[in-house]
């Protein structure tokens, strides 16, 4: 196939390979805990993230099991995770708008607590 006849082919490729995020949609990073990590319940627990917010975000909020626990205006730093009770635990750092909306960007883990 000859891309030079295709641009339109190519365009479309590009777009289904490529993340939005590459195109500076944002993005969040979740660097600890890791994805599956077992955290002791009498320690204290930090999450530790980056954020790109994207054009549409302002800060970030952050969620233990759908429940907003915290709100962080720093793009990038940590959050010390109140005690948290034994078993799967789901944390998420999510972008929200000046009025603390969501705007789509977020990134969650799952986390077991003993």
């Known amino acids: 196939m000859n891309f030079r006849t295709h641009p339109a082919r190519l365009a479309l490729g590009l777009l289904l390979v490529v993340p939005a995020t590459s195109f500076g949609q944002g993005k969040v990073m979740i660097t600890t805990p890791a994805e599956g990590a077992t955290l002791d319940a009498m320690d204290e627990n930090k999450l530790v993230y980056e954020v790109d917010p994207g054009p549409r975000g302002d800060h970030v909020h952050v969620y233990i099991d759908g429940k907003e626990v915290g709100i962080l205006r720093k793009l990038k730093g940590s959050y010390t995770l109140e005690t948290l009770t034994s078993g799967k635990r789901d944390l998420c750092v999510k972008v929200v708008n000046k009025a603390h909306v969501p705007v789509g960007i977020e ?8």
């Open 107 to 114: 990134k969650c883990i799952q986390v077991t607590v003993k």
